[in-house]
Structure formats: C-alpha cells, structure tokens
C-alpha cells in the first residue's frame, strides 16, 4: 500500500485519528472538574485545578524540543506508536486515581508521551506531502485536532451519566488497541539520509543531533517564528482550558452543558479554518511564496476582536460568537505554521524546530494557564483573558515586518 499514489493522504488519514485521540484524552479533564472534586477534594478550588492543567504544559513543552531532536535522528513511526501507546495506557489509569497527587504525577507523565507525537507526526506529513498541497494535508491532519477537543467536551456529559472513571477508561482502552493499527499500516519516509556507522562516536552522534539547534537558534526568522507561534498560545490555551469555566460562571449554565457548548463552538469552527487557511494558503503561494505568512497573519487578525467578545461579552449570542471567531482565525493560524516553517528549514531540522516552537508555544500555555487560575478565584478572569489580545497584534506585526521566504520548500545546503 505504502507505494501507492494514495498513500500519502493514507498517512494523512491514519494520523488524523491519533491526533484526535491526543486531544481527546488531554482536554476532557478540563470539563470534567465537577465530577471528579466529589471524589478528590483538592479540585474544589480553580488554583489546584490550574496547576494539573499546567504541570501537563510544562512538561510537554519542555520535552518537545528533545522529542523533536529524536524523532529528526529515529524512525517516526516507532516514536508516534510509542507514544500514542504510552499516553492512553496513562489515560486509562487515570480512571482508577484516588488523590490529587496521584492524577498530578499521571497528567506528569501524559505530557511526556504525548510531546513526542506533534513533532513527528508533522514532519512526516510535510515529507509525505512536498507538493502545493502542503498546507491542505496538515490542515486535514488538524481538523482531528479540533474534532478531539470537541469530543473532549463531552468528557463531562459521559461522566455525568456514568462516572468519569469510566470516561477515562474507555478512551485509554480505544487508544491502546488503535497503536496496534498502526504497526501495521503506517511506514516512514524521510527526505534526507541518516548515515548509520557502529565506528561512530556515541559523542559524534550526540553532537550531530544536537547541531539543529545551533542551525535554527542561529537564524533570525526562526527566532520571529518562535514568537509568532507562542504569542497566540496565551490566549490559545486560556481559551482552551478556561472557556467552560468562564461560561458556566458568567452565564449560570452547569459545566455538563457549558462544557461541550464551548469545546464544540471553538472546535467546529478552528476545523473550518484549518481547511480554509490551508485550501488559501496553498493557492496564495502559487502567487507568492509570502502566501502562507499572509494566510496566518489574516487567522491571527480575527483573534483580536475575537478575544475581546469572550472577556467583556455580557450574553451567551457575544461568548459564543466570539469563541467561533476565535476558532476559526487561530484554526488558519495554526494550519500554517509547520508550513512556514518548511519555508525557512530544511527537511533535516523541522522535527527539532517544531519541537522547539511546542516548547515556546506550550510554555506560555502553561504560564497563562495558571495565572488564570488566579484570577478565575479573584473573579478577573474575563478582564484578563481580554488583555491578552495585546500579544496578538504583536505577533501579526513581527510575522510581517521580518519573514520574507525565498522558497517555499527549504532543502539542505
């Protein structure tokens, strides 16, 4: 099958469901608080609750960089089975946590497994599509982003009519056999040789690993991409994972409903963008190799009034609006940026570079992440999510002033 025409969407295809379940199981303890502080009674306040949503960001995002150098060297079909394998087996136990500490050395160790597919997952698609339809395949793989934070608003649904040990349970069980299919049907394809000699050092080995970093730290539109990736991520997460607490709260609806109400509208509408960004950015890069840049810079624009109708909308019609704004802006943000990476590094390091973006990315998620936690207890939690609009604006305008790509396919020199 792998020699098929096909067969680059075939990994599209089977990509889409592991990403899916990647967001699945990391989003659906965010509306599942209710549930589960009947159990554990640390989870009664929106500080503890917070800290389990971050030590999840900090850890994926410091690992990202490192899963990427890994799966630049290695095969990443072994990388993405593990790791799919490794996070469910997590989810499901989970299901059977007693403590707060318990689910916070769990939700540790997700983060760990679960950095290690982005990364892969990405530059195999970009190796498998080369073409003008670069951005229309990563944005296909992404609408399983958008469709499992979606479903993963139904966690507080399913728990409220089973229990959420349950909840964890079956997604863990799905995922675990669903890495199965993926030993038999997924193959890697690199664009470029990894010479293998036993005579080697392990420090040669090491060194050769480690020289992306020197390659992407070294350049000026790198470091531009790293703050046009990260800038949004403030208020990316916050939305993400305070959402349904801000519209529970504002609008008096219990989190059964507010929760897939939320996740829904943003998810729905960032898999509209991912599809539209990446259907427009493909057919603007035949006019100019700038097309992507202008594509997310256009997503990103869309944010700002966005995020001001979450922090100061007074009805359900303006949160909700601004939400399906907010998703569909960020999903054409987000299509487009191992994209425009591929414009400025070369097959060899993008692995490593995405890496490096998770980490920047995912970190400020994990900052703002807890800094809304205190403010959801000191009932500022709309004021802040608005200001966070500001980081926005300056990332379209850093994104336009400085990437200027010369190709829209970077090989090595």
């Keep these: 099958m792998h020699e098929r025409k096909y067969y680059p969407w075939v990994v599209v295809g089977l990509l889409w469901f592991v990403v899916m379940l990647n967001y699945i199981d990391r989003q659906m303890l965010s509306t599942m608080k209710p549930s589960m502080m009947v159990d554990i009674a640390e989870l009664q306040t929106a500080a503890n609750f917070g800290r389990l949503m971050a030590v999840f960001l900090w850890i994926y995002a410091f690992i990202s960089?490192?899963?990427?150098?890994?799966?630049?060297?290695?095969?990443?079909?072994?990388?993405?089975?593990?790791?799919?394998f490794i996070w469910s087996s997590v989810t499901l136990l989970m299901g059977f946590a007693t403590s707060f500490n318990q689910l916070y050395a769990l939700r540790a160790v997700m983060g760990v497994s679960e950095a290690f597919y982005m990364p892969a997952g990405l530059a195999l698609i970009?190796?498998?599509?080369?073409?003008?339809n670069r951005s229309l395949a990563i944005g296909v793989h992404m609408t399983g982003n958008y469709l499992g934070q979606a479903l993963g608003g139904f966690g507080a649904t399913i728990a409220g009519s089973f229990s959420w040990q349950t909840t964890f349970f079956s997604f863990g069980l799905i995922g675990i056999v669903y890495s199965f299919v993926l030993i038999m049907f997924l193959k890697e394809k690199k664009a470029y040789t990894i010479i293998s000699d036993a005579a080697v050092s392990i420090r040669k080995k090491l060194a050769e690993s480690f020289k992306g970093l020197g390659v992407l730290l070294g350049s000026i539109p790198f470091w531009v991409i790293l703050f046009y990736f990260s800038a949004p991520s403030l208020p990316g997460w916050a939305t993400k994972n305070w959402l349904p607490t801000l519209l529970s709260t504002t609008m008096n609806i219990r989190m059964e409903v507010a929760g897939p109400l939320s996740t829904i509208t943003i998810a729905l509408s960032a898999l509209i963008g991912v599809i539209a960004g990446g259907v427009l950015a493909d057919r603007w890069m035949l006019r100019s190799f700038r097309g992507r840049i202008y594509t997310g810079a256009f997503g990103l624009a869309l944010t700002i009034p966005a995020v001001m109708l979450l922090g100061f909308g007074g009805s359900l019609i303006s949160i909700l609006g601004g939400a399906a704004c907010f998703g569909f802006g960020f999903g054409m943000f987000d299509v487009n940026c191992m994209p425009i990476l591929c414009q400025f590094a070369s097959p060899r390091y993008r692995a490593t570079g995405y890496g490096l973006m998770n980490l920047a990315g995912i970190s400020s998620g994990a900052l703002i992440t807890t800094i809304l936690g205190k403010s959801a207890d000191s009932g500022n939690l709309n004021r802040d999510i608005a200001l966070l609009s500001v980081f926005v604006l300056l990332a379209i305008a850093f994104q336009l002033l400085f990437l200027h790509p010369k190709t829209d396919n970077k090989t090595d020199e």
Excluded: C, E, F
């Excluded at 960089?65 to 790791?83: F, H, T, Y």
């Design 126 to 132: 970009a190796d498998y599509h080369q073409g003008k």
């Design 65 to 84: 960089p490192v899963s990427g150098i890994i799966a630049d060297r290695l095969n990443r079909k072994w990388l993405i089975v593990a790791s799919l």
